[in-house]
């Protein structure tokens, strides 16, 4: 297990975390450039080792109900590769980190397009936007209603 000096200095080789002191020795480490209301990356890391990373962005890791991961036992590559996989899902919107863009042809040979823009999903025919939703669901529903299917 790494010495909480030894985190913290792990920590602090990321220049875009900015560290905030709490109680009891303990410090938090926020991304102020998050797109998201979450800012904390390191949170509570405290003077025996423990502490945790959000990870509530990111697949993969095992989170408790606030996205958090307990990085107590983590070696020193663990804990650079979640940062900054913390870091980057903080920085990247939803069309960024999970691109989506499909083309559906109906019976007639004619063709609209989903894509995943921003927090939502657009369906487009060429240039004109022909319906914005909010779930890739949606998005679907309408096109398999008009009488589309994805290729």
């Keep these: ?3 909480f ?5 792990i920590i602090e080789e990321f220049e875009e975390l900015e560290k905030k002191e709490i109680s009891l020795g303990r410090v938090n480490f926020h991304y102020e450039e998050s797109l998201y209301d979450k800012k904390i990356v390191v949170y509570r890391l405290h003077p025996n080792g423990n502490g945790f990373v959000y990870a509530g962005q990111i697949e993969d890791y095992p989170v408790d109900d606030r ?3 307990n990085i107590k036992d983590f070696s020193a590559d663990e804990l650079r590769e ?3 996989d913390a870091i980057d899902s903080l920085s990247l919107s939803p069309a960024e980190k999970d691109p989506i863009m499909e083309e559906w ?8 397009v989903l894509m995943r823009e921003d927090d939502g999903y657009n369906v487009y025919a060429e240039e004109q936007l022909e319906g914005t939703f909010n779930s890739y669901e949606e998005a679907a529903n309408f096109l398999e209603q008009e009488g589309f299917s994805r290729l």
């Design 1 to 3: 297990m790494l010495s």
């Design 5 to 9: 000096e030894e985190k913290l200095a």
């Design 67 to 69: 996205g958090m991961v």
């Design 82 to 84: 979640l940062i900054r």
């Design 105 to 112: 042809l109906n019976e007639h040979d004619q063709a609209l």
